[in-house]
């Protein structure tokens, strides 16, 4: 079955780590995106691929950093500068960056202590 | 920057009653919209998208649109108790998604 895939689904780690969140997706969709979500609080956009080796800044991208090397992988790092890192993260694909739905993975909850 | 305001919420409904989720968007160039759903701890489901000016109708679920108005909207028809959730209004053309309306209802 065509999904996406994030991994792991829990991560933690001490503060002043780089992690790594995993996303991977078998739908031969073009565009992916990176959504982190607090609390009570709605969906807010990182960074967002359109095609293999291109990316751009969401809204809060700052503490960020992503690469697009293959179609099917957009893995994202949160680094030390990330102020407050602890939060739910969510990968995203749709077949074109314009008008398409997106499609959400499952999630990777991130906590920082 | 383009925004997507949903009415503030927590919205309660008795089971059985209609529930009215709205959204008002500012990207005048956007052509489709998508309402989603989450639950609690859970990622986004899409549930219902629009994309032409009127009503569209999907069992219990009606989005209906109105692109002069910059407005779109979700019904929900004999609301259960498994609707309680956050619903969320998403505008693809700029990627973003409105803060989203959480529903309770109840028996």
């Known amino acids: 079955d065509g999904g996406i895939t994030q991994s792991p689904k829990y991560l933690f780690r001490k503060e002043g780590q780089n992690v790594t969140l995993s996303c991977e997706q078998n739908?031969?969709?073009?565009?992916m995106y990176w959504y982190r979500q607090d609390p009570g609080q709605g969906l807010r956009l990182i960074y967002y691929?359109?095609?293999?080796?291109?990316?751009q800044k969401g809204d809060i991208a700052e503490g960020y950093s992503v690469s697009r090397e293959k179609k099917e992988s957009f893995p994202l790092t949160v680094t030390s500068a990330q102020k407050n890192p602890t939060a739910f993260y969510l990968c995203?694909?749709?077949?074109?960056?314009?008008?398409?739905?997106?499609?959400f993975g499952n999630g990777t909850r991130l906590t920082v202590t | 920057q383009k925004e997507v305001e949903q009415n503030s919420g927590p919205l309660s409904v008795p089971e059985g009653a209609i529930a009215s989720l709205n959204c008002t968007y500012s990207d005048r160039g956007s052509q489709s919209f998508f309402w989603y759903r989450q639950y609690s701890g859970k990622s986004p489901e899409l549930i219902m998208s629009i994309y032409s000016n009127g009503d569209k109708e999907d069992g219990r679920f009606t989005a209906q649109l109105n692109k002069a108005s910059q407005y779109v909207s979700l019904l929900i028809r004999d609301s259960q108790p498994s609707d309680s959730a956050t619903y969320l209004c998403a505008v693809p053309h700029d990627m973003r998604f409105g803060a989203g309306t959480r529903l309770t209802v109840k028996p």
């Open positions: 691929s359109q095609i293999v080796n291109d990316f």
């Open positions: 739908l031969n969709h073009d565009a």
């Open positions: 995203a694909s749709s077949i074109q960056a314009d008008n398409s739905p997106l499609h």
